[in-house]
């Protein structure tokens, strides 16, 4: 009987993964943020049909031995998209693609510039690279294949192969790439990239600016913790992995949001209230962000998440 169940389900995988490739999805324009380094501010939503999976931020930084990339997006036509973006403001070589964490709205855009240039090193942190040979890759093209109703269909994961791990520091002409990841933050494998000759800092998705997302993968303590590391660095722009482009102030903004949620909860958790009971007070305790994209939809998952950790850590 299972072998009879598994049969159809064990031909449909091979059908995705050769699905023809979805169309081109349109054009966003790219903002210049700092010298040489440009963002592409992605919508502020889930993955849906109609942003057709285009919602991070994907980045190039121009340096004097060529473009680096960061986080080219969530499908192959989001990576089409950024190469013709980035082609119009320069044509010279790509030196390297840069995934700052495993989630698969940052990186399987990869596929697209490995397309265009075969021998591209890609990097990443090595908890992302162990994954990938667990099905990290097919689990984020099918999840994305279903909020898109396939418009990321032609996908393949291309993903890292190269590690980078905290204190590591590249130099690519004539700029440099300071790799700052502190322990599990938004997921295990986050590396926050720093470029200290422009006093920016990419802060993958431990730094949001105006959105709630989900927290699942990681460690709100641990988030909090790698933001009080980032506010000690010499910052004057700071990328974050949703939402616009600022300075350090949107570090602590975030920063302050999580610990508005983890503190309450713990407070609470210590009075011996349960996850559901703590649900008004941790919505007021966080009303300032209340008006951040996502939030009603988030909130109480964020909570949830945080009663777990708080709950782990007391036993
Ligand atoms: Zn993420």
């Not at 009080?228 to 602590?252: C, K, N, Q, W």
């Not at 007070?281 to 945080?306: H, M, Y």
Request: hydrophobic share 45%; charged share 20%.
């Amino acid at each position: 009987m299972l072998a009879r169940l598994l049969l159809p389900l064990m031909l449909l995988v091979p059908a995705l993964a050769c699905a023809a490739k979805a169309p081109a999805i349109p054009d966003h324009q790219a903002v210049k943020v700092a010298d040489g380094v440009w963002v592409i501010h992605g919508p502020m939503e889930q993955p849906n049909a109609d942003n057709r999976g285009f919602m991070n931020n994907p980045a190039w930084v121009e340096t004097s031995a060529g473009v680096v990339i960061v986080d080219p997006g969530s499908s192959v036509q989001v990576g089409d998209m950024v190469l013709r973006m980035l082609r119009a403001h320069t044509d010279a070589p790509i030196a390297a693609v840069l995934n700052t964490h495993e989630h698969g709205d940052h990186w399987l855009g990869n596929q697209a510039i490995r397309d265009a240039y075969p021998e591209v090193p890609i990097y990443a942190h090595p908890n992302m690279i162990a994954k990938l040979d667990t099905g990290l890759g097919e689990t984020w093209i099918d999840l994305m294949h279903t909020l898109t109703n396939g418009a990321t269909d032609g996908t393949v994961p291309v993903g890292p192969t190269l590690p980078l791990d905290d204190g590591d520091v590249i130099a690519i002409g004539d700029r440099t790439f300071n790799i700052h990841h502190k322990g599990p933050a938004h997921t295990h494998s986050d590396i926050m990239i720093e470029v200290p000759e422009l006093k920016l800092l990419f802060g993958g998705d431990n730094v949001i600016n105006g959105r709630l997302v989900r927290l699942d993968d990681g460690q709100i303590a641990g988030s909090i913790g790698s933001l009080d590391y980032a506010l000690t660095l010499d910052l004057a722009v700071v990328v974050p992995g949703h939402g616009l482009t600022g300075g350090s102030e949107i570090v602590r903004e975030y920063r302050d949001y999580l610990d508005a949620l983890h503190s309450t909860v713990v407070r609470l958790f210590a009075e011996g209230q349960s996850d559901f009971e703590m649900k008004d007070a941790v919505v007021e305790a966080c009303a300032r962000w209340s008006k951040w994209a996502g939030f009603d939809d988030e909130i109480g998952r964020n909570l949830n998440r945080a009663y777990l950790e708080v709950e782990a850590a007391a036993f």
